[in-house]
C-alpha cells in the first residue's frame, strides 16, 4: 500500500477574494476568523449561525444568508470551507466545488476529498508558523504550535 504523498505548503493571498464558508457554528467562526485576517471577501451560508457571526455580519464584516447550500452560492468563489456538522452536507460541497475547480476544504471525515487542510499557526512579529501532520492528527499539530509559540513569545 502506498503513503499518501504529504500536501504542498503553500500561503495563499486571500486579500479581496470572494470566499464561502457553509456552516454557522463555532468551528465555522473559526475559519471565519482566520478569513477575516486575510482580508478576505467572506459569505456565509448556513440556516442557522452562532452569535459571533451575527455580530461579525451586523458589523458588515461578512455576508451571511440564513438558508441551506446551494450550488448557486459557488458562483464566482475562489475558495470554500465546508463548515457544518452535517457530513453529508460537506460532502456535497466539496464535490461541487471540485467540479467547478474551486478549492475546498472540509472540518469533518470528509476533509480527505478536498484540495486542501489549514494548519495550526499564528504570527509573531511579522512571521507567520504554520504546523501541519497531513491531516494525520489535528490534537498534533495543535501542540506542536503551542510550543513553538510559547517559545518565540519566550
Known amino acids: 500500500m502506498s503513503q499518501k504523498k504529504p500536501y504542498y505548503p503553500i500561503f495563499l493571498d486571500l486579500n479581496q477574494r470572494s470566499c464561502l464558508v457553509v456552516g454557522g457554528g463555532a468551528v465555522a467562526w473559526r475559519k471565519i476568523e482566520g478569513l477575516l485576517a486575510s482580508g478576505a471577501q467572506i459569505n456565509v451560508v448556513a440556516p442557522r449561525l452562532s452569535q459571533k457571526i451575527e455580530e461579525a455580519a451586523g458589523d458588515g464584516k461578512i ?92
Open 63 to 154: 455576508v451571511t444568508s440564513r438558508r441551506i447550500f446551494t450550488e448557486t452560492d459557488l458562483k464566482d468563489i475562489f475558495l470554500v470551507y465546508a463548515a457544518t456538522d452535517d457530513a453529508e452536507v460537506n460532502a456535497e460541497v466539496l464535490k461541487l466545488s471540485r467540479k467547478q475547480g474551486i478549492l475546498a476544504a472540509a472540518v469533518d471525515k470528509n476533509w480527505v476529498n478536498g484540495n486542501f487542510i489549514t494548519p495550526a499557526g499564528f504570527t509573531h512579529e511579522g512571521v507567520t508558523v504554520a504546523v501541519s501532520s497531513n491531516g494525520e492528527s489535528c490534537s498534533r499539530s495543535r501542540d506542536v504550535k503551542n510550543k513553538l509559540q510559547r517559545f518565540l513569545k519566550g
